[in-house]
């Protein structure tokens, strides 16, 4: 395994909104350095929730950029979560960004059928950088 370049800073979320049925932003990892264009960032975290009102599921995604907008990183990671529920899941996306610095990831959140906000109870996400194997 590649032995890693650079380890920005964790990031933690504590009492924060989620946006309910809208695809918010929940945490933003900034300043992500790589050193070429095979250079891999791995972003992993936890997320627990206590979801809204209506909610039948929930999706975690990660964007490049600071804003619902940026390009989506890896899959979705969907879960099945009732309303008014707590919750936790934990998530991996793999990037290969090119020679970048100061590239920013978010981390967003969707309730699917919510008809209130959820909220963030806790949420951790680090950042790995290394060469490609």
Known sequence: MPSP???????????GTDGGATETVVATVPNVIT????????????????????????QVRCRRGTTI????VGGTVAFGIGATSNGAV???????????????????????SATTDG????????TRVSAAS
């Open 5 to 15: 370049i650079n380890t920005p800073s964790i990031v933690t979320v504590t009492g």
């Open 90 to 112: 934990s998530f991996s996306f793999k990037d290969t960004p090119g020679e970048v610095h100061g590239q920013s990831y978010v981390i967003t959140v969707v309730e699917s």
């Open 35 to 58: 050193s070429n264009i095979e250079t891999q960032v791995l972003i992993e975290g936890t997320l627990n929730v206590l979801t809204g009102a209506g909610t039948t599921s929930m």
């Open 69 to 72: 907008a940026g390009p989506q």
């Open 119 to 126: 909220t963030i109870e806790y949420l951790v996400v680090a």
